[in-house]
DNA sequence: CTTGAAGCTATAGCTACTAGAGACCTTACG
DNA sequence: CGTAAGGTCTCTAGTAGCTATAGCTTCAAG
């Protein structure tokens, strides 16, 4: 049996991060140890392992939680999974042009920086400004969700 | 002078957002109406295109509360604004890097759905196992900044 | 002068954790 | 068997960067 600390430390996972999974309702709660300590089993690892992959793959908690609920009952379709898959590879592909529109304005940004007052600074002039945008990049934000 | 409303329409933020960013020290309290409403000139809007720009850029709202310290004492070097700039390249390379390596993982986990039953899933299966994973993504999630 | 849109403040909520306080349990060593 | 270190417990609050709600007031058009 697995401490809460052996376990976090076997899936890459912080403790305080397993509690909070366990409030939420993705880890099951576990046995406890007389003192009233959680106690894991190869279960509790194995999907804490899952959790922490998807996590790692740009999956947010809630589509997780779905995905769970498939391998809770594994007789069902997969199509659900492969919904889920496929959207988050949409989502991925959609950030990355996005990123390398912004890495392409940073590059132009900081080879004009003349490296004098701030007064001349290409790098404020730009952000201050739309006109050299190589790419649009209005609209949907990197950043928004 | 505009009003709260034509000045996110103008900038392309949402209203509430611009009465955060007052809030947080971002934006400096306006002038009001006489019915206390705010009002606001060419100088607000000049200030918030450029925080947009630059959350658009991926700057978190900390740096660019710097580079606005930077514009509104200008004969400073501009240096400091370079070296933001530059972080925020290497964080963007970074980002792309990871993307690249989860994209090329979702689609693998897709295309060897053999869209079955959850028990032979490959995309399930892909999440509960790191083994086929073409390049490690242990370490820094892509998520966490 | 009325009406409807837009504005106001204040508070709470969101995601996915992270940090802290203060008490308690477990285990290894002597 | 005692003790000390370090892991664990619960609970609360904080983080970023907004977004949403409630209940009210103000503004501008007709």
Redesign the pocket.
């Known amino acids: 049996m697995l ?4 376990l ?1 430390e076997a899936a890459g996972v ?4 397993i ?2 999974y366990e409030q939420i309702g993705l880890l099951p709660e576990p046995e ?7 106690r894991y089993g190869q279960s509790a690892l194995d999907r804490l392992a899952f959790i922490r992959h998807a ?1 790692e793959l740009g999956f ?3 589509a997780i939680r779905d995905l769970l609920s498939l391998t809770d009952n594994p007789h069902h379709s997969c199509a659900a999974a492969d919904i889920i898959a496929k959207k988050q590879l949409a989502a991925v592909k959609a950030r990355i042009a996005r990123l390398t529109a912004l890495k392409a304005e940073l590059e132009r940004m900081i080879t004009q920086c003349a490296q004098g007052t701030v007064a001349d600074c290409r790098v404020i002039e730009s952000l201050s400004d739309h006109s050299h945008c190589a790419q649009d990049h209005h609209g949907t ?1 990197e ?2 969700e």
């Open positions: 401490t809460i600390g052996k976090g912080k403790v305080p991060t509690r909070y406890r140890s007389a003192g009233n300590q959680r996590r947010p908690l809630e934000s950043l928004a």
